[in-house]
């Protein structure tokens, strides 16, 4: 099926590219094409798609593939496409009414899937972790400084002490 005449293409998609990795189609990497008629990306290579996205069990055995931009991810099913809003992490489409709690609109600036609000939260714990221990094991950006200073603040006492033993030994002569 070709896309509608209206739409317009994504970049790669003109230059008849995967969406993910953006390379053309190959021998031994073959495209799936999604048969959305509004798709702006269509072409995926199969090696860039994770199992699920290619053969949900909703999907199999359908005449037509469709990404995992025009499929909603909770219900995969392609209708309502002006209930569809995509992540903006990972791209995927979702119903407005399958969200949990559902929606009534369309929200304002970005939003994100429950999936990648579940890593966002889980690298900033990670995050939080290691300044955490770099904090209780004195490598915080504080300490760091203050040993830099220290380690200066050796070495003049160090070129004081040596130039007072100087004047000691030239003035014991």
């Known amino acids: 099926m070709?896309?509608?005449?209206?739409?317009?293409?994504?970049?790669?998609?003109?230059?008849?590219?995967?969406?993910?990795?953006?390379?053309?189609?190959e021998k031994g990497k073959?495209?799936?094409i999604c048969c959305h008629s509004l798709c702006l990306y269509k072409y995926?290579?199969?090696?860039?798609?994770?199992?699920?996205?290619?053969?949900?069990?909703?999907?199999?055995n359908k005449p037509h593939w469709y990404c995992p931009s025009c499929l909603c991810r909770v219900c995969l099913d392609d209708k309502d496409?002006?209930?569809?809003?995509?992540?903006?992490?990972?791209d995927?489409?979702?119903?407005?009414?399958c969200l949990r709690p559902p929606r009534t609109s369309v929200p304002e600036g970005k939003w994100y899937c429950p999936s990648c609000k579940a890593e966002?939260?889980?690298?900033?714990e990670?995050?939080?972790y290691e300044q955490r221990m770099?904090?209780?094991?004195?490598?915080?950006?504080?300490?760091?400084?203050?040993?830099?200073?220290?380690?200066?603040?050796?070495?003049?006492?160090?070129?004081?002490?040596l130039n007072a033993d100087e004047q000691q030994l030239t003035s014991a002569k």
Do not use: W
């Open 2 to 25: 070709e896309p509608a005449e209206d739409v317009k293409l994504s970049g790669t998609a003109r230059a008849g590219c995967c969406k993910v990795c953006g390379e053309p189609e």
């Open 30 to 32: 073959e495209f799936l």
């Open 44 to 60: 995926y290579h199969i090696r860039c798609l994770k199992p699920k996205k290619i053969a949900s069990n909703a999907q199999r």
């Open 81 to 90: 496409d002006d209930q569809i809003i995509l992540c903006d992490g990972c």
């Open 92 to 97: 995927e489409g979702h119903h407005l009414y």
């Open 120 to 124: 966002m939260a889980k690298e900033r």
């Open 126 to 128: 990670t995050r939080k």
């Open 134 to 161: 770099l904090k209780l094991h004195r490598k915080d950006g504080a300490m760091v400084k203050s040993r830099k200073y220290d380690g200066v603040n050796l070495l003049l006492s160090a070129a004081e002490k």
